[in-house]
Structure formats: structure tokens, C-alpha cells
């Protein structure tokens, strides 16, 4: 069955300073990828995907996130972050059975 | 506003009540899915609906039911069963079955006592 892992479980970076978090996926053929972010106590909200075609994609908020079929990754980057950015992000991916598997999530501090 | 609404936020029971958690979207969707939230495991899957009138089993069904009577409406009962409910319960919901991109409710935090 399809997994997905996320290294990382806090991270905290600077203002301003370039962000990237980690996601690797266990799956046979090629997965369909989704990155979401998780403000406290609220409901998770899509971020990006990649389903397809070219391997970087654009999200919203001034994120993007590259798939690296070679390192079965799917790692999601900022170049600055801002304050609001603050929130727990999740990785996941749908595989043959059309389950979303979901990573355990990375939370994201921002300090000042 | 179309969306998935989710009520109560917060919601309070003692051991050994059963208690329904209320789940509706107005996206016009046939799928609704239903997670539980722990910290530090992610989303784990309870319990999904492709269709009206059918649902099927996740990951974690023991101890929890569903319904699933109209298009719009997706409840799910945490029973006495369930051995560990206190939780931050999630709804979502799909165009389809087979489309993978899911829309989220605001999310229940059941906490039993």
C-alpha cells in the first residue's frame, strides 16, 4: 500500500528565510501528490498537487513543490516566508486503491 | 458561500454515550469521507461515501458508524465502542469517487470523559 513520510515534525525558520519540507512517498507507479496546510483547530486546505506532466508545480500563497520520481519525493518550498505561514502541513498521496494516505505533517514556526 | 460545514466546533460527552458528529456540504458532491486527527499522526480514515445509500469501512471503523440518507449529509456516531474517541474529527468531501482532490470541513473536537 501507498505511504507517505514526513521527515520533519517542527521546523522553524526566520521570516523572510527560504522554507523546504520534506516528503517522500512509498508507491509502486506514479502517485498523485497533494500538499495541505492545517491552521491551529481549523480544517486542512489544498495547497497544490501534481498529478501529472511537469514535475514543478505552483501552488497557492507563493508555494511550489517538485517531484523527484528518482527520490520518490515531493518536497514543498517557499523562497520567503512570511509570519502567517505558521500552520502544520501535510503530505499526501493517492495511489492504485484511490486512498489519500496522509503523512504525519510537519508543524512550521515562524519567528520574527 | 458553498462549502463543508462541520457542527458542533467543541463538543463534550461523558463514557459511554454515543455521539453524533453533523457533516454537511452544499458543493454538490457525491463523495464524503470522514478522518480522524491525532497529534503527531496525521489523518487516518474512518469512514467513506462514493455515493448515497452506500459507504464503505477505513482504516479505523471500529467504533464508529455512519449514514449516508442524502447527498448533502455525511453524520458520523462515535459509539461506546470506540475505546479511545477524544479526537479532532474531519469531514471531507469530493466531486467523486475517483476525483482526488478533497475539500474540508472545519473539523469537531470531541473530547469524552
Known amino acids: 500500500a501507498q505511504s507517505v513520510t514526513q521527515p520533519d515534525i517542527h521546523i522553524t525558520v526566520s521570516e523572510g528565510a527560504s522554507l523546504e519540507l520534506r516528503c517522500n512517498y512509498s508507491y509502486g507507479a506514479t502517485p498523485y501528490l497533494f500538499w495541505y496546510v492545517q491552521s491551529p483547530g481549523q480544517g486542512l486546505q489544498l495547497l497544490l498537487k501534481y498529478f501529472s506532466g511537469d514535475t514543478l508545480v505552483q501552488g497557492i500563497k507563493g508555494f511550489e513543490a517538485e517531484f523527484k520520481r528518482s527520490q520518490s519525493s515531493f518536497n514543498l518550498r517557499k523562497p520567503s516566508v512570511h509570519w502567517s505561514d505558521a500552520a502544520e502541513y501535510f503530505c499526501a498521496v493517492v495511489g492504485w486503491n484511490n486512498d489519500m494516505r496522509f503523512g504525519a505533517g510537519t508543524r512550521l514556526t515562524v519567528k520574527p | 458561500d458553498g462549502g463543508i460545514t462541520q457542527s458542533p466546533k467543541y463538543l463534550f460527552r461523558k463514557e459511554g454515550q454515543n455521539v453524533t458528529l453533523s457533516c454537511e456540504q452544499n458543493l454538490n458532491h457525491d463523495a464524503m469521507y470522514w478522518y480522524r486527527q491525532d497529534p503527531g499522526q496525521g489523518l487516518r480514515l474512518i469512514y467513506y461515501?462514493?455515493?448515497?445509500?452506500?459507504?464503505q469501512k477505513g482504516d479505523i471503523a471500529e467504533g464508529y458508524s455512519v449514514s449516508r440518507e442524502k447527498k448533502e449529509s455525511f453524520p458520523l456516531t462515535v459509539t461506546s465502542a470506540q475505546k479511545n474517541p477524544t479526537a479532532f474529527y474531519l469531514c471531507?468531501?469530493?466531486?467523486?469517487?475517483?476525483?482526488?482532490?478533497?475539500?474540508f470541513g472545519p473539523g469537531t473536537r470531541l473530547t469524552v470523559t
Open positions: 471531507a468531501s469530493s466531486i467523486d469517487g475517483s476525483s482526488y482532490e478533497q475539500y
Open positions: 461515501s462514493q455515493i448515497v445509500n452506500d459507504f
